[in-house]
């Protein structure tokens, strides 16, 4: 695997799942912990939440988020962020394509209101910071409240300029937003930040991490006292602040941080930022899980985050923004609500079935006695199934054990080796990308491939083409417990 996941066969090594509540909302599938209903948690919550994909992980299978690139400038530097590369097959935050005026922004929400019917939510994420470049922010959001009035509304910000816009987000019914914290310790801070621009003027080194971390802690406590649901995002950047991450976990925590979304760096020389050129490390997936496991509290754990673009559309596992270029976008600005509509009817039938088939498949590993841990990668598009044609442009990956199943991450493949199963240099990327995986569950496979993983040490599974992910999870557990291990491949 690319970042470096080290091979597992151990039967007791530590639990991906927190013991803590769960449901169908949280980071992951309940099995002998108890219901799977979501009454463990706040009704008025569960409304704000259950259609919001980075908000909820069940919602993410079902819905689909779109970024509007209408905010370029930012007021501090971050020494993992540059945002003039761009690479249209690369997805990583701060990157764009094309930056938006407001007019246009709101041209291309109308056209993926009317498109994709997974659409929930539009929300501001950079390219640069959304509570900096207000005016354009603003402009963008109200437009689109007034064009499409059922829409979630979401930002992102590093904090700074948040605290003098709270109120006028509450006035423009902006429901979620997103603050990135990486510290909590100003001297921490200062390997992270060189500097900020606030009030002004220009701050360096420890004034400007200080000014940075109290700005922060005060627009999050502004955001719970008026009932915004806050993500915190946290850069997991090794050896400056992987274990200071407990620590913010706290503070925000105490705050009302409704999610901690602790993410990994990406960092190449090619990006041209100060951590790339200076070699800085990223975490390795199971490196990003563990610390995830000794987050504590009521602040829920994101494990489905796929650090998108600024110009993102669609579901989480399937972007869909090159259909949307501007280039693309009808003259006339437009809005057909009926798919959305259409969509929204069919959901719920959809969602029943997947919770009773969820539910039947956890009863059965409830029955079962062990303290085996396995990794899972599974190939999916979305709906929540293994439903990927040979054709993977990402394996999420799952850990299972008698705790139950979590979501540990997702890989993305490269883009230059879709070309199917039967390509060696997919083949050969995909093998790579598995390194210390236990199965692979996927919709077809030749045997060939299913061969050369096995080499590797990969179990890999047609077995469960087209179910439920978590019903598949749960039916392989059992069966690998029943028959007492590893014994081949189905
Ligand atoms: C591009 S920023 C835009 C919003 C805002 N300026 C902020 O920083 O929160 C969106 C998210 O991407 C993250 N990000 C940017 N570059 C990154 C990188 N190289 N590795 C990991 N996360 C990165 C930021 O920390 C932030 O959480
Ligand atoms: S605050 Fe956001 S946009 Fe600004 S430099 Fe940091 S990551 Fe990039
Ligand atoms: S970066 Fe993470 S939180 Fe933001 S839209 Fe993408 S998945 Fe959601």
Redesign the pocket.
């Known amino acids: 695997m690319s970042r470096g996941m080290s091979k597992r066969r151990t039967t007791n090594t530590a639990p991906a799942a927190r013991e803590s509540e769960a449901t169908t909302f949280g980071d992951y599938t309940s099995s002998s912990r108890g219901s799977s209903k979501p009454n463990a948690m706040d009704q008025a919550i569960i409304e704000k939440i259950k259609d919001h994909p980075c908000f909820s992980r069940e919602a993410h299978l079902y819905f689909a988020r779109m970024h509007l690139a209408v905010a370029p400038a930012?007021n501090i530097q971050?020494n993992?962020?540059n945002r003039k590369y761009d690479c249209a097959n690369e997805s990583?935050?701060?990157v764009a394509s094309n930056r938006l005026t407001p007019d246009q922004a709101v041209r291309r929400a109308m056209a993926v209101a009317s498109e994709v019917p997974q659409l929930s939510v539009v929300g501001i994420?950079?390219?640069?910071?959304?509570c900096y470049d207000w005016k354009m922010t603003k402009a963008t959001l109200i437009a689109i409240a007034r064009e499409i009035p059922d829409i979630k509304l979401c930002v992102?910000?590093?904090g700074l300029a948040l605290p003098e816009h709270v109120d006028e987000l509450v006035d423009m019914n902006v429901g979620h937003v997103?603050?990135?914290i990486n510290m909590v310790d100003p001297k921490i801070g200062t390997k992270i930040y060189p500097w900020i621009f606030y009030d002004g003027r220009r701050y360096n080194g420890i004034d400007a991490s200080r000014i940075l971390h109290e700005r922060q802690m005060l627009g999050l406590e502004m955001l719970t006292e008026r009932g915004i649901l806050t993500k915190v995002?946290s850069?997991m950047i090794p050896g400056v602040n992987d274990e200071h991450l407990i620590e913010v976990n706290k503070w925000v925590n105490d705050r009302g941080a409704f999610m901690h979304n602790v993410?990994?760096?990406?960092?190449e020389r090619s990006?041209g930022?100060f951590y790339g050129l200076n070699r800085q490390r990223c975490p390795a997936p199971l490196e990003l899980n563990a610390l995830r496991d000794r987050l504590e509290g009521a602040t829920k754990v994101v494990r489905h985050c796929r650090?998108c673009r600024?110009d993102a559309v669609g579901l989480l596992s399937d972007d869909r923004a090159s259909e949307f270029t501007l280039g693309q976008l009808p003259a006339e600005a437009t809005y057909d609500s009926g798919k959305r509509h259409a969509y929204r009817q069919l959901i719920e039938h959809e969602r029943r079935g997947q919770t009773s088939e969820t539910t039947d498949a956890t009863i059965a590993v409830s029955l079962a006695r062990s303290n085996a841990t396995l990794f899972i990668a599974v190939t999916t598009k979305g709906g929540g199934r293994i439903n990927e044609l040979g054709q993977a442009k990402e394996l999420q990956i799952f850990s299972v054990c008698q705790k139950g199943i979590g979501l540990i991450g997702h890989l993305k493949l490269d883009p230059y080796c879709l070309g199917g199963w039967g390509e060696e240099t997919t083949l050969n990327s995909i093998i790579e990308a598995l390194e210390g995986i236990d199965f692979l569950l996927c919709f077809q496979i030749g045997i060939i491939p299913r061969n050369k993983l096995a080499r590797r040490g990969v179990q890999a599974t047609s077995a469960y083409g087209n179910a439920y992910l978590e019903q598949a999870i749960d039916a392989l557990y059992t069966a690998y417990l029943s028959r007492g291990g590893f014994s081949g491949a189905s």
């Not at 993410?263 to 960092?267: A, E, K, R, V």
């Open positions: 930012c971050c993992y962020c990583r935050p701060g994420a950079g390219p640069g910071d959304a992102s910000t590093n997103t603050i990135t995002n850069v993410t990994p760096l990406i960092s990006h930022t650090q600024a």
